[in-house]
């Protein structure tokens, strides 16, 4: 089992330009979950996705974020324009509930720094 | 409200001691309970997690906790600390079902010295 699969591991970019973070959950998970991390703000739930569709994406901060599930294998959080304060460790996590609760397995994240 | 809170920002413990990182929830139903470790520029892995029954669980590493519902606390415990047990640690609560996120802390950092 290869995990949660983000990319890219690093990303720098300057102010104003589109940003897009990619994720592969576990093949089977049909749940999948964006976070922020910041050291100000902790954890963060930006939007999650449930068999492909968008559940709850109160989190999402401000319009300039969008994120998509085309399919089961494969999703992306956008960030257009992108500011300096969206620089932050941005993780994805999967599960699958239809089993039950039993946690989320996280990928190793996406460092975006915004200059 | 569903809540997580972690009284302790940052604890320092010298290697070969024990631990214990508090954790409290506040749940309206029947909680299902985890706990995160986060090494430095990692995700978070999954140390052990509380369903029901025995109330003492063991989980990875040599990490235990222990659910305490009349104090609605869920406190992680090792016996003897190692160097590389440093790192942030996250306490999570949620549902039976899955179909609602968790509900995270804000952590702990874990520091061990000599």
């Known amino acids: 089992d290869a995990g949660v699969i983000q990319s890219p591991r690093h990303e720098v970019t300057e102010m104003g330009q589109e940003v897009t973070l990619r994720c592969k959950p576990i093949?089977?998970?049909?749940?999948l979950f964006w976070y922020r991390q910041t050291m100000m703000r902790g954890l963060e739930l930006l939007i999650y996705?449930?068999?492909?569709?968008?559940?709850?994406d109160s989190g999402m901060p401000e319009d300039r974020f969008s994120a998509k599930m085309p399919n089961a294998s494969f999703s992306t959080l956008k960030i257009q324009p992108s500011e300096p304060r969206d620089s932050a460790v941005y993780f994805c996590?999967?599960?699958?509930?239809?089993?039950?609760?039993?946690?989320?397995?996280f990928g190793s994240g996406t460092r975006l720094t915004v200059v | 409200a569903q809540s997580v809170t972690q009284p302790d920002i940052h604890i320092t413990v010298s290697e070969g001691a024990s631990l214990e990182l508090r954790c409290n929830y506040s749940?309206?139903?029947?909680?299902?309970l985890f706990w995160y470790v986060q090494s430095p520029g990692q995700g978070l892995q999954l140390l052990l997690k509380?369903?029901?029954?025995?109330?003492l669980v063991q989980g990875i590493k040599g990490f235990e906790a222990e659910f305490k519902r009349s104090q609605s606390s869920f406190n992680l415990r090792k016996p003897s600390v190692h160097w590389s047990d440093a790192a942030e640690y996250f306490c999570?609560?949620?549902?039976?079902?899955?179909?609602?996120?968790?509900?995270f802390g804000k952590g702990t950092r874990l520091s061990v010295i000599a």
């Open positions: 996705f449930n068999n492909n569709v968008p559940i709850d």
């Open positions: 996590a999967s599960t699958n509930p239809t089993r039950g609760n039993y946690g989320y397995t």
């Open positions: 093949s089977g998970h049909n749940s």
């Open positions: 509380y369903f029901s029954g025995d109330t």
């Open positions: 749940y309206g139903a029947t909680p299902y």
């Open positions: 999570a609560v949620g549902a039976a079902s899955g179909n609602t996120p968790l509900v």
